[in-house]
């Protein structure tokens, strides 16, 4: 509902203007509060364990306890743990691998709102686009004015609204705002208005 709220603030859409479509380079994984990781320790088996973070960020390791993990870096977490593990075992080899990565799942979810058959919040793909995510809904209700919809996107910090007209697009294969869909993107189908002469 905030994002929503957020999004209207930012003025009206516009019809001719298109989202901008940032380039989405891969960044280094950082280990998030829900991930299950799996550490291992060379020759040390006992010391191996896979693990899901908690929610106040931590892990618990045989002989250290509590181990920061959410923020880190697998590498650098390893890193770390390979350090104080110096302290009980002699030239300690650690590797991390995030078996389950949720927190980075949660992050990156597209959501769509209001007058739809089913309204979703789905895990982000690739190459999604506005009617990939409509179908996934179920389209839009016989309440929905689909050409009044509304696509929501942050950009640099701040939600700015594009309007997208899904009646030309599901009924009339007119594609001008099958937009391709980042993480973060919330799409809004307001209710017919009598007023406007949406029957």
Request: aromatic share 6%; net charge negative.
């Amino acid at each position: 509902m905030l994002v929503l709220v957020l999004g209207g603030c930012s003025g009206l859409p516009s019809s001719s203007e298109m989202p901008p479509v940032s380039e989405l380079e891969p960044e280094p994984y950082q280990i998030g509060v829900g991930d299950t990781i799996s550490i291992h320790v060379w020759r040390n088996p006992e010391l191996g364990q896979s693990i899901v973070v908690r929610p106040d960020g931590f892990i618990s390791m045989p002989l250290m306890g509590d181990v920061k993990a959410e923020g880190k870096e697998p590498e650098a977490l390893a890193s770390e743990i390979s350090v104080a593990l110096g302290e009980y075992i002699r030239t300690p080899e650690v590797t991390i691998m995030v078996t389950s990565p949720a927190s980075k799942e949660f992050r990156n979810r597209i959501r769509v709102t209001g007058q739809v058959a089913s309204p979703q919040s789905v895990a982000f793909q690739p190459g999604m686009t506005v009617l990939d995510i409509v179908l996934m809904a179920g389209g839009v209700t016989d309440f929905g004015a689909g050409g009044r919809a509304i696509l929501h996107r942050q950009i640099d910090g701040e939600y700015k609204s594009y309007s997208l007209d899904l009646d030309a697009i599901l009924s009339d294969g007119d594609m001008r705002t099958n937009h391709p869909l980042q993480p973060g993107d919330v799409i809004s189908v307001p209710r017919k208005d009598l007023f406007r002469g949406e029957l």
